[in-house]
């Protein structure tokens, strides 16, 4: 079946650093890629969609210049964020959108997800 | 604005009890409908779908679900639950004509052996 794979799985940072997680697509193309942030006790929170070759579609509230997003080819898409502070701390997912062969349309696999401390 | 409530937001049972989780959407028109799962530890999985033809949709481990168009519902089920059930459930509807899905708040379901 279609695996998503998510790196890193978990990363501490100092205030003001910036990270990046990848997501990746193992044995299908993805075109569309969603990156989610998951608060505690709440759903999953989409922050952004992301289109191979075009830049990505963020969500309200979201901040385009500190949550920044590439989906540079099918199989790959990153979040990086920037000048990161405490209350970035969170769960990130990603999911893809795809399915070998091109069925299944509309089905999310979704990656293991980052949780990201900020100290 | 689109929105999908799970109101169930804990549920403890016993093993072989039966389980429904609610699951209700606001949206007029069409929909695809998903549970997805998430065991402790793991990442969201697919449990089932619904995109079109009969409402009630069969899923992996004996789960099911039942599309009710007039209720704008989509209830999760299954006739017997066991310990390794205990996860977390979230509906997720995708309305036609956008370009992402909507999950509801989860629900934890712990079964107890």
């Known amino acids: 079946g279609a695996v998503v794979s998510q790196h890193p799985s978990r990363v501490i940072c100092k205030s003001g650093t910036s990270v990046k997680i990848e997501c990746r697509s193992l044995d299908f193309q993805a075109t569309t890629m969603f990156w989610y942030r998951q608060f505690p006790k709440q759903s999953l929170m989409l922050m952004a969609t992301?289109?191979?070759?075009?830049?990505?579609?963020?969500e309200q509230g979201v901040e385009k210049d500190k949550f920044l997003i590439n989906h540079a080819s099918l199989t790959l898409s990153t979040l990086t964020v920037t000048s990161a502070h405490p209350e970035d701390s969170s769960f990130y997912i990603c999911?893809?959108?795809?399915?070998?062969?091109?069925?299944?349309?509309?089905?999310?696999?979704f990656g293991a997800g980052s949780r990201l401390t900020v100290l | 604005a689109q929105s999908v409530s799970q109101h169930n937001h804990h549920v403890i049972l016993s093993e072989a009890a039966s389980l429904e989780l609610g699951c209700n959407y606001s949206y007029g028109g069409t929909v695809n409908l998903f549970w997805y799962v998430q065991y402790p530890g793991q990442h969201l999985q697919l449990l089932l779908k619904y995109f079109s033809g009969d409402p009630l949709v069969k899923g992996i481990k004996g789960f099911e679900a039942e599309f009710i168009k007039s209720k704008f519902s989509f209830n999760l089920r299954k006739p017997s639950v066991q310990w390794s059930d205990t996860a977390e459930y979230f509906c997720a509807v995708f309305p036609s004509g956008t370009y992402k899905y909507i999950f509801g708040t989860g629900t934890r379901l712990k079964v107890l052996a």
């Open positions: 992301s289109n191979e070759g075009s830049k990505a579609t963020y």
């Open positions: 999911s893809a959108s795809g399915w070998p062969g091109g069925s299944g349309a509309n089905v999310l696999t």
